[in-house]
């Protein structure tokens, strides 16, 4: 069983910055990408930010130039640096995997406030 975990989730001010982390354990083969996805109440899930099992990435629009992805593919985690946060990225921030079997996992959540 796949199991994804975020952190990193919290409160800040306009400006501030952030980093989430997330860890996948359990049995998968290998992970074809990785990415995060965001949530914010009435609105649809988006995509903020992927990366291949090659180190390519992409990026939401909105987020682009002020968040940065990576991942450990030794220790199958993931990070976003958030940086430059704006009221409109409070939302609920999910951990997506691909894995090279294109079956995807996804994690419970975290939390991200932008808020002065």
């Known amino acids: 069983q796949v199991q994804l975990v975020e952190s990193g989730g919290g409160s800040v001010q306009p400006g501030g910055s952030l980093r989430l982390s997330c860890v996948v354990s359990g049995s998968i083969f290998s992970i074809y990408r990785m990415g995060w996805y965001r949530q914010a109440p009435g609105k649809q899930r988006e995509l903020v930010a992927t990366i291949t099992s090659i180190g390519s990435t992409n990026y939401g629009d909105s987020v682009k130039g002020r968040f940065t992805i990576s991942r450990d593919i030794d220790k199958n985690t993931m990070s976003l640096r958030m940086n430059s946060l704006k009221p409109e990225d409070t939302a609920v921030y999910y951990c997506?995997?691909?894995?090279?079997?294109?079956?995807?996992?996804w994690g419970q959540g975290t939390q991200v406030t932008v808020s002065s």
């Open positions: 997506k995997v691909v894995s090279s079997y294109y079956n995807e996992y």
